[in-house]
Each structure stands twice: as C-alpha cells, then as structure tokens.
C-alpha cells in the first residue's frame, strides 16, 4: 500500500516509462489498429453510402472505440491490466451495438428510448441478444464482455478479490497479508497479447461490417491472423510456463482455440 497519493502517482508514471520501452513492439502492433480506427472515422464521415446518406450515427462509436482502446493501452502500460478491461467495455459495446443497428435501424431507436421500450431493449442489447449478424465473430466478442469482463473485472466476486490479495503465515502466531497494485509483468504481457488480439478482431469486424454501407470498404483485409502470427510462439512460451494463461488468452483475447495447442 502507498501512505501518499503522490507515492502511487510517481509508482504509476515510472511504471509507464519502464513497459512502454520493454513493450515497444507491442505498442507498435497497437498503432495498426488505432490508425484503422482513424481511417474508419475518417471515412465514414467523409463519405456518403449506397444510398447517398451519411451514417453519422457511427461516429460516436467509433470515436468511442478508440478513445477507449488508447486509454486501455495506456492502463496496461501502466501495469493496472485489471482497469485496462473495465476501460476498454465501451469500445466493445460501441461495436456490438453497431452490428444490432446494421441488422436493423429500428433498433437504433430502441436504443435510444429505452425508457419507453424496456422489454424491448432488454431482448435487444442484454447477454446473447447483443449478437448480430452483421459483425462478424459477435457471439466471440459478445461472451468476451458479459462472460469475462462483466464477471471477472467489473464486480467485487471472489476472482477479482482474490487476484492481488495473498497471504503467508510463517508464525502460528501472526500472518503476513500481500497485497498488489499491479500485475506480475508475465500476467501483464499476457493481458497486452489478448488486448492487441481482440482489438483487431473488432475493427476489424466493424470494418467488414461497414462495407455493406461502402463497398469501397470491401477490400478491408482480416488483419487479426497477423497479430496471431506475429505472436502466437510467445503466448505458447508463456502459457507452458503457466498453464493458466491459456485461459486469459482464450476468454479476454478472442484466441482461436486451435492456435494454443501445445504440441509434445
């Protein structure tokens, strides 16, 4: 525990100098994602449809998605991965969403009114009826925000009161309580491996998505195989050392199942 805010502030800025440099490459595979973000921003609301409309209702989400997705990174640089996922739900949201208005844009306005359309919203935008199917991979990314980071980051359940907590008892008489404020640096780089994953998986999704509206769009590649592929051997590297972390992988990073097989 820190006895001074100002301790903690210092702690969390020397921490973001240090993994931004050991990270650099990390961070670099992250910047292919935030410029496709930009460009989609960028496109969509310089560009008219199919139709000859504006869909300018997507801005927001997209701004949304990166804004949330920036100050994600910005958490995990900072080893704090238990508040980078609380951060980055919005950016998840925005997508999700998106795909239930591309599926129909009488949903857009359930949204919008959901006072006024409460069964109605709840069987829209609650648990599985977030999945549409004009974002590609939305169940995957629907159970990654309700299953893993509803349950696992944004509630007080056993599982996040337990994570930087610990406890020894050397003496019968007397017990040492650990606490963390950060995460162990392998957890991290685990954690930063799912972000940079599931990331792409989304804008990815959102991109594909949006060339229904802008043909020009179609060309957009599935770029999450390169995250996959640039770092697939060190994933595998780190779940040998700790089984555990396939799970991370698999659950918070949208990992293709068959990719984290180990073979003897």
């Known amino acids: 525990m820190f006895d001074k805010l100002d301790s903690y502030g210092e702690f969390l800025k020397q921490k973001r100098g240090l993994l931004s440099d050991h990270f650099a490459a990390q961070v670099n595979t992250y910047r292919e994602t935030d410029r496709l973000l930009a460009g989609l921003f960028r496109f969509v609301g ?111 359940n056993y599982e996040y009161f337990r994570r930087h907590c610990g406890a020894v008892q050397d003496d019968p008489n007397s017990v040492l309580l650990l606490f963390r404020s950060n995460d162990a640096i392998t957890t991290l780089e685990v954690h930063l491996i799912s972000f940079l994953h599931l990331t792409r998986v989304v804008a990815c999704g959102v991109g594909q998505m949006l060339s229904a509206l802008f043909p020009q769009l179609a060309e957009l590649d599935d770029s999450s195989g390169a995250v996959r592929y640039e770092y697939r051997s060190r994933l595998l590297e780190l779940i040998k050392a700790e089984p555990e972390n396939r799970d991370i992988a698999l659950t918070l990073g949208a990992w293709p199942n068959k990719d984290l097989q180990i073979t003897k």
């Open 46 to 156: 310089e560009t008219r449809d199919i139709h000859g409309n504006t869909q300018m209702s997507f801005l927001p989400f997209l701004f949304l998605m990166q804004r949330q997705a920036r100050n994600a990174l910005d958490s995990l640089l900072a080893s704090l991965g238990y508040q980078a996922w609380v951060i980055l739900r919005p950016a998840i949201e925005s997508a999700l969403i998106m795909g239930k208005w591309m599926d129909d844009p009488h949903n857009a306005e359930v949204w919008k009114d959901r006072d006024n359309h409460g069964k109605e919203y709840m069987k829209l935008y609650w648990g599985k009826g977030l999945i549409s199917n004009a974002l590609s991979h939305s169940g995957t990314i629907q159970k990654v925000l309700s299953r893993i980071i509803n349950d696992d980051f944004v509630h007080t």
